[in-house]
């Protein structure tokens, strides 16, 4: 397979390409392709964009009519009939059964960048400049997002110093579970140092921070610190949302009433980019027109997959197999870090989304290559890469599935046969 | 027409769907369609994205192609054949016929996120912190672009202060033509409290800021200070670029040597999601990989119309075509300014970038609306709105370019009548 | 006595007169006379500064004869005889005998300055910018170092956002005994969101703060960590240094060796302005010459005076004198606390800095008021101002003492009577 | 003379006696002996504060007398007899004949702090964060201070940006005369980038920025812009007032009226630290009690001396003959810098502060190393130090005066013979 065009052309930056050197060419629900006929069974989809899997069938039947009845497929916040059409299925299936009054924003289509709106919004709404955010957390890449994302990794390039971020420890790390209660005592404290946030940006799950999975009460601690303190609570559940956990939001049934909800990845459907915010309208109400733009705000086929991607959210029997299918996957990374007992080995995750912490990123870096030797596509998280995350779509099959966790299990085996 | 949906649901934020109150349900080269049948003339081209048109007709057949044929839609960073595609032809239309040797990075697919990627790779480069931008520049809505965008009416929301960024008049700005060699002055004079910046962030032709066009000496004056003072020199042609002023960059000819050039809105063709910057190796060996990432950096779509679109620069019957649609659309609009010589109106522009500066933001918004009534969508940018942009696909046919004139001329007739 | 002329001419911000509302008209020791011949026994030393009382007549004398012999009162950072002996003794009283090798640094003479060189020294010689300063920290005004200071009264008016500092919990603040060791952790995890700081900035006695003793303990964790993680110890002994807590620095007998320690108030002895930083010599290396400069930073009479001062040092009776004094004090405001078991009366600190913590802002004002119309100086610190600390001259008579603590007895009893 | 002292104790930050290397041991008028017996003649005033002399006798009487009678030497802000004198005596002689009807307001005993004072209530009062400062200004080298500070060889070792300062030319610099009218222009304008500042900071006479003097045209400029746009008008006249140009303030007969005016440096007459703002009560009338303290803000040596300053201020005949040695100076300067036309000296300066500009900062550290040798000490300003400034006391004797020119011209002639 020819690389030299992409090793001659494309930029230094260039990442997960180095992890799985090959050239895809085709793809189809948990399945790549490359060029040379190997056939990849994805464990990652798309960092989390694929819940639907590769190709989806529904979708592209309804995105190929879309491009041959001449659909708007680029109306910045025009309105046109495809995204009313996506925005009516989104109330009628999301948020009127669950009660919510939340107004939906369109901006310019990546998770960063619903961040850095959130953050306006909550600035704007309050007065107040801090954020709170989470250790292990991840928001985005640009300016105002990358501020609230945690990871050195990421920061170290920013260039300038990231500012107005205040941090605190995830529930999972040390001190996580007494930060919430210090905090509140610092901002009740007027010699403290601290003063109120404009608003506390939490992930119910961190994908990218290691797959760690805050607490009902945990959430509620910040919920209710928010209130008393007059700032938003905002949830990002970008990666772990739209059915990743075995309901459509990750936090659902935890009686979670966030004023902000980002969303992205998912939300398209088909890996083709949108984001959105879902703002409650007392703090939506705070934004003029305009006041955040974007080029890529309208995206027609985005909305016409995404339309169809919400339709499995009616179909209880797609979820309860979404939760099934996790269930397999925990008891096979379970069964994994038992038969280790000497490697201290931690299994976290909710729905699909499940994960083995190894401790040790060297070694969890040695299973991915061997799992892409082997055919199976996975990425590390966490701190140092040390969290293998498994996330297939959620439309996988039962067979794709158990040959995947078969593969990962002789990864595992491989790795630490040469480490 | 149903608006209800986007009134009860969606964010007070919208805004383009208050100047444009209809619902659009399709659209052809440079005609959108509504719901009602009415037909409408895009003079606007979804902000500077549908240089092609809508659903131009050879990128919808291999979009079509590409979907039926199980392409990889969404890819990451990730090799496929699709993205290889699109980097050589981009190599050999636009990069190798100029002998220009820049590695293509692409990032979260907006322009926004393009500009992000270029202050951060600058300030990596040089260890220094600050970026010249410029009086009336546009450079996106998230923190670290914001802070380059000049325009106070988007600045006003970002609830933080915007740092890191050294402002000084455009050349057509009072004092513009004087200011670069005195900021050079003050930067050979240690006591000046100015230091040398990390980079100087120009667009040719500034779109959002009132198409204000530079000129080839003063851009040289610029480029020449960056080398002088070891500070990167960045050309944003994000909504420039791409053909529309009638060759690929807006600067062709200008005998510029950029270190990093940032591309979005038309480089995917079709009005699908895509970033690019264009970086020079010696400046793109400074990235680590996987240093800045982005979820939605691989859109097999927007490669496959992106591919598509470049074919139309090796068509100089094409390129041909649009200085002279750029030609007819100039000598209207001068005449149109030489019939009202009392109002003292500048027609400034290049190529198929033409606006009127009628110097009153609430006449320009008349007109806005009289063409709307009219069956012709245009935009007014600049200062208070004043400039009205016209900007229709490069594709447009000459019966709709001349109809599309005629009503913005009648438009402006009956906006005087009220106003 | 006419106040009329600082109510027509002095700024609005003048703040102690109002407490204290007569016009003093001459001082001795601990006692400070009106103009109307009231005479006041004076617990606030005019915040810490006059260890050695008012008007003390051993520097008296060698001020007055200094200006008679036409010594340099000003010298900038120029070599002086009367600056050499100040150093010299020093040397000889304090860096000799405990083996110290600090450099003296000298600066514009206040406390402030002082913190504002100690963080540039910091920031410069580990080439990072956060410092780490505590909750209830008092280091200053201006804008570096009231950055690090804690209280909002203060910080509410800086005008811009006060940057660059990490803020803990001090020991006795909730959160604060495990707060080190989780900061700790927080450094070791890259994913954390934190990064190692310039310094660790802590008062070992927080005088403003509310009288907080930090225990050896913990000031040993600060230091540890700060070795860990290759940030300087920075500590602020400008309040509690110079015998206020019966031994020179406040921080004797602890077996810290911190790497810079910033002095001002009592150094001077007699009251006039000095300031002055002891910095390790190789941390010192990292200033060039003029780095940090300021007008009066060579102060004859405060040389003279302060050398004065270090006399007192060598003389074990005095310092047993504070420990005793300091004893009758603090028995003294055991037992009010205890004659009020209902209060929650709390008493805190260490040698001649005692303070009791009435828990209410209102009546410690209310106490305050009571002592002054009994002929007692004393001034309120801490949170809403609900501690009142009691720092008599080091040098006052066993009678004015015991008369004083008289005094705030039946101020306590009058302030309880009307609340 | 032995500097074994400070060599072994003092910070490697000390300056000034690397270039005066010897030890003064006393010091009268513009005379000051070193150790050795050496005289030398003071053309430096200690940076600008010695206006009066060294140990000038008549302050030296009154500051004895205030000791031997137990004087408030240390008084915060509480009111005290001496106090009281200092701003009656400044209201009669300084604010009541020009009709000013300003506060007082002392803090911290630093111009620095003055500066930052002024800062915080110039932010206080519009909401406002960012100050107007001009190229080679000096403000101080507190981080707020700093910032408004233009020379790089100070604003290197912050260790943190320099935030919330637009920079713009001062008069006399490149692009000056037309800046204001540019920045105007901008402010104008919304899609400028700029907004209204807070203040404007500036000094009539730029003393460490170089001796470059502001003409009244382009002062009242900078009031007209701050008037127009909202902001305040801030004089620094901490080392070109109190005389040093031939009246109270280096601005008087200019007709100006600036809100906020920061003193320091002569303001004390004897060399004792003291700071103090004059703001108007509109402005001043946003301070609350204490929201800027100080320790040291009340210093009764200072207000002794510094009363009897004011008194030189009735005297016309001490005005005349500081303008006549001023002429005296200035037309020294001109002969030396005629008679070596090929050299393109620039003679600059008001009042008894005169400067020759030689445009080489290596050539005026030798004449500073040679008029050393001489016996006469003087100080290099200004862009790498090629500004000679000559600020002897103004109470300098006719015949110290010329033994100073003297031996000036032969520095000068002997440092043309070595470079």
Redesign the interface.
């Known amino acids: 397979m020819?690389?030299t065009?992409?090793e001659h052309?494309?930029?230094?930056?260039?990442?997960?390409?180095?992890n799985?050197p090959?050239?895809?060419?085709?793809?189809?629900n948990a399945r790549?392709t490359a060029?040379d006929g190997t056939s990849y069974i994805d464990f990652f989809s798309?960092?989390?964009?694929?819940n639907f899997g590769?190709?989806n069938p529904r979708m592209?039947e309804a995105?190929?009519e879309f491009?041959?009845?001449?659909?708007?497929?680029?109306?910045?916040?025009?309105?046109?009939?495809t995204?009313?059409d996506f925005?009516?299925r989104?109330?009628e299936v999301v948020?009127a059964p669950r009660g919510m009054d939340h107004?939906?924003?369109?901006?310019?289509?990546?998770?960063?960048?619903a961040v850095?709106a959130a953050?306006?919004l909550?600035?704007?709404s309050t007065g107040r400049?801090e954020i709170v955010?989470?250790?292990?957390?991840f928001h985005g890449?640009?300016?105002?997002?990358l501020?609230a994302?945690?990871?050195?990794?990421?920061?170290q390039?920013?260039?300038?110093?990231l500012?107005?971020?205040v941090?605190l420890?995830f529930e999972t790390?040390?001190?996580g579970r007494?930060?919430i209660?210090?905090y509140a005592?610092?901002l009740r404290?007027?010699?403290?140092?601290?003063?109120p946030p404009?608003a506390f940006l939490v992930e119910p799950v961190q994908a990218e921070?290691?797959v760690n999975v805050a607490s009902r009460e945990w959430l509620h601690e910040v919920q209710d610190l928010a209130r008393e303190v007059g700032a938003l609570f905002i949830i990002d559940d970008i990666q772990a949302g739209i059915g990743r956990t075995g309901s459509y939001f990750s936090f659902d049934d935890m009686d979670l009433d966030p004023d902000i909800i980002t969303l992205?990845?998912g939300l398209g459907g088909?890996?083709?980019?949108i984001a959105m915010?879902l703002?409650k309208p007392a703090v939506?109400?705070n934004?003029?027109?305009?006041?955040?733009?974007?080029?890529?705000r309208g995206?027609?086929?985005s909305f016409i997959a995404g339309t169809v991607a919400l339709g499995y959210f009616t179909d209880e029997a797609f979820l309860a197999g979404v939760r099934d299918k996790g269930q397999v996957m925990r008891e096979r990374l379970e069964r994994i870090a038992a038969d280790h007992p000497d490697r201290d080995w931690e299994v976290r995750g909710r729905g699909m989304m499940q994960a083995l912490d190894t401790g040790d990123g060297a070694f969890a870096k040695q299973v991915q290559a061997e799992a892409f030797d082997r055919g199976l596509l996975i990425g590390p998280c966490?701190?140092?890469g040390q969290v293998i995350k498994l996330i297939p779509p959620l439309t996988i099959g039962e067979d794709d599935l158990a040959e995947g966790l078969d593969l990962f299990e002789q990864a595992i085996r491989a790795a630490q046969a040469v480490t």
């Open positions: 020819d690389t065009i992409f052309h494309e930029s230094s930056i260039r990442g997960y390409c180095r799985f090959t050239v895809f060419a085709s793809a189809s790549q060029e798309g960092a989390g964009v694929l590769h190709n592209k995105m190929i491009l041959q009845s001449d659909g708007v497929a680029h109306s910045l916040d025009t309105y046109t009939t995204k009313r925005i009516q989104f109330h948020l107004r939906l924003q369109f901006m310019g289509p990546t998770g960063s960048n850095e953050l306006k909550a600035r704007l400049r955010a989470f250790s292990h957390g890449m640009t300016l105002g997002s501020a994302t945690a990871n050195h990794a990421f920061r390039w920013a260039g300038v110093p500012t107005d971020v941090r420890p790390a040390p001190g007494t930060a209660a210090e005592a610092s404290d007027t010699s403290s140092g601290n003063t404009a921070g290691g992205a990845k088909f890996g083709t980019p915010n703002n939506d109400d934004w003029s027109p305009g006041a955040h733009t974007g080029t890529f995206q027609g086929l966490g701190t140092g």
